[in-house]
């Protein structure tokens, strides 16, 4: 499995960004989802997932209330709407493919992982 994901850019304090990653060469139906984020503070922080019917999501602490998880298997891809967003999310944000259907905070259970995309919000 590739994953691209795309969607990070410059935003200030209060904006929204939407990320997506999307998968080629395998599709990741059958497969949860996860969003983690990168900065020189936290080596890996838990941002989200999904499982692969998209009926089961979770979200860290930091993020509940503003950040939004979904996935359209049709089109192989799962997306990230963050709102509301603050300096303390500026990081590189990476999506990763589970090993199982359903996903959890642990990113030992995430097998294939993308390049990654920054996220930057300016005070």
């Known amino acids: 499995v590739q994953l691209q994901a795309c969607g990070g850019g410059l935003v200030q304090t209060g904006g929204s960004l939407k990320l997506s990653c999307a998968a080629s060469k395998r599709p990741f139906s059958n497969n949860a989802v996860g969003w983690f984020r990168r900065t020189p503070e936290k080596e890996r922080e838990f941002v989200a997932q999904?499982?692969?019917?998209?009926?089961?999501?979770s979200y860290g602490d930091s993020v509940k209330g503003r950040f939004t998880i979904s996935r359209d298997n049709t089109k192989n891809t799962v997306y990230l709407q963050m709102n509301t967003l603050n300096p303390e999310d500026t990081a590189v944000y990476y999506c990763a493919v589970s090993r199982t259907s359903y996903g959890s905070s642990d990113s030992r259970q995430y097998a294939y992982w993308g390049q990654g995309t920054q996220v930057t919000v300016s005070s």
């Open positions: 999904i499982s692969w019917r998209g009926d089961i999501k």
